[in-house]
């Protein structure tokens, strides 16, 4: 039983190898020169989330021994199918790999569109038949269902951690100290190792012996910040009864960073080494993309682990104690009501940008389902202290006008001009109905009903932190680093200023109505 599940963890790594090998190195498949761009990146990006929930579950069943434990009652219980699924498994390893077996390698980028097809259900074979040869699919049912919300919070968090890089990657441009700093980094750990470096600051430009990078997005290493911040987040999950919350967020997650900074420095002077003195195409096509991944992923673990055996995050038995009695229903739980909307809101536009060329057009999808979870989750949220407070009228409407005279030049979304004046219609009550109504709620019940409170204290320190932290936070998702900050912060005083949660979702609704309407009378509906 314990062989068995060693065995499938080692047979799993060694195919993420063999995959990252055959279509990193020995040809490199180049989505940006194939001509379904798109499609390419989807099914790239499908592996790279496989990987994190993978992970993340192992870290779920490592760190939660009634659920390893129930595992193993599970694996030991199963006598059924085991070859179907493996001849499964086997079958969609091989369409996997059949484009790199019967084509020349260097045309793949060329045919791409060819064994698209193959290639995406071979993953999918591949991927059940691994699971099912694990746990068949009663059993792996019985085992989800036992994990229960921490479970689904744990895949939820994994399947994102994409999607987190992918909006930390503006830091990279903008935070001019981080790319100086790496820049130069590189450059003293080269010369270190004795090398002449030569490099151009200008372009970004290092190199050694007549090789050279360019320190552009691909070598920023923020899969590892995201990596980092997601199985932070998942551990913090799954060890929040004992866990010294604080120390681990603001001592060990930065410090956690900084190695993962650190590393990417080493990854990027071994990266030029390489380049410079075994092989070129090696370097540009070994060091990059999936395999990133996979060493920031290991990295991250390692973390994780000397995080684990420091006696002095986690508290004694005595400040473990805490009362379960009493527990209301999972609808009717406060931080339940302000977490689980905003999971679907991230879900939502996930599964828009999955599904349509232009994710605006999936817009009535993402209102649909916020819709739903909110009504699921309305007790909470009704009982909140509704009042129409002055100070949160003006506090609104100024962010709202504040958020328009700073837009940049609006070029409409794409897409739009293919609906017909129904849909068109439909398309703009749905926008109007979330941009006003639903988002306001979901966000403000997330940033400051739930992260701004668990990051503030009675000192003002704590409280300026939790501010700073949780208004980044938001601006981060918006795009406009500056604007939303600052409207993060006015949110988060506006919440202050009386205790209540109310008072921020409704200067968050008045900031939205006001851009909403400048958005229906322009016609540009970039604005929101």
């Known amino acids: ?29 180049k989505c940006h020169l194939t001509d379904m761009e798109t499609a390419c990146r989807g099914l ?90 694990l746990l068949p699919p009663r059993g792996m049912w019985r085992w989800l269902r036992q994990g229960g919300l921490g479970l689904a919070a ?40 004795g090398h002449h470096v030569v490099l151009d600051p200008s372009v970004s430009t290092i190199g050694t012996e007549g090789f050279f990078v360019e320190m552009a997005g691909t070598c920023s290493g923020i899969e590892g910040f995201a990596l980092t911040t997601g199985f932070f987040a998942i551990y913090a999950i799954l060890m929040r009864d004992t866990l010294r919350q604080r120390r681990f967020w603001l001592i060990v ?63 004694d038995a005595e ?18 009501a302000q977490i689980a909307p905003f999971i679907m809101f991230m879900l939502s536009g996930l599964l828009a940008h999955t599904f349509w060329q232009n994710p605006e057009l999936g817009y009535p999808l993402q209102v649909g389902l916020m819709g739903m979870v909110l009504w699921v989750f309305r007790a909470p949220i009704l009982a909140l202290e509704w009042r129409l407070d002055p100070v949160a009228l003006l506090a609104g409407a100024g962010v709202g006008v504040v958020w328009v005279i700073t837009a940049p030049e609006g070029g409409g979304l794409m897409g739009l001009a293919t609906l017909g004046p129904v849909a068109m219609l439909f398309w703009v009550l749905c926008r109007l109905m979330g941009t006003i109504l639903l988002v306001p709620v979901i966000e403000e019940a997330f940033f400051r009903g739930y992260l701004l409170r668990w990051l503030g204290g009675d000192k003002l320190w704590q409280s300026v932190l939790a501010v700073v932290v949780s208004s980044l936070a938001f601006a981060l998702l918006h795009g406009r680093i500056v604007e939303a900050g600052l409207a993060g912060v006015v949110f988060a005083l506006v919440m202050l200023r009386k205790g209540r949660l109310a008072d ?17 009378i322009s016609g540009d509906w970039s604005l929101i």
């Open 253 to 315: 997650f930065p410090l956690a960073l900084l190695v993962s900074w650190l590393f990417n420095l080493i990854r990027i002077a071994a990266l030029i080494l390489i380049g410079a003195y075994v092989s070129p195409d090696l370097a540009v096509n070994g060091f990059h993309s999936f395999a990133g991944w996979l060493f920031f992923t290991v990295l991250a673990l390692g973390v994780l682990w000397v995080v684990q055996a420091l006696p002095s995050l986690h508290r």
């Open 44 to 133: 790239r990006g499908a592996m790279i989330r496989a990987l994190c929930i993978v992970v993340g579950l192992g870290i779920f069943v490592w760190f939660r021994p009634d659920m390893r434990r129930h595992l193993h009652e599970e694996v030991g219980s199963s006598r059924f199918g085991h070859r179907f699924w493996g001849f499964v498994h086997v079958a969609g390893l091989g369409l996997v790999f059949l484009p790199w077996i019967s084509a020349d390698p260097a045309t793949l980028n060329e045919n791409f569109r060819t064994y698209f097809v193959t290639l995406a259900v071979g993953a999918m074979f591949t991927t059940l038949g691994g699971m099912f040869l």
């Open 1 to 29: 039983m314990r062989n068995r599940l060693i065995w499938l963890t080692a047979l799993f790594a060694i195919e993420v190898l063999a995959i990252v090998l055959v279509f990193q190195v020995f040809s490199s498949v």
């Open 319 to 336: 400040e473990q104690a805490y009362e379960t009695t009493d527990l209301p229903p999972l609808t009717e739980d406060q931080s339940a």
């Open 154 to 193: 744990v895949m939820l968090v994994a399947l994102f951690i994409p999607d987190l890089a992918d909006a930390l990657v503006p830091l990279w441009w903008s935070m001019t100290g981080l790319l100086v700093a790496t820049f130069y980094g590189v450059a003293v750990l080269l010369s270190v190792l």
């Open 504 to 520: 921020a979702i409704l200067a968050h609704v008045i900031a939205n109505a006001v851009v909403a309407a400048v958005a229906l």
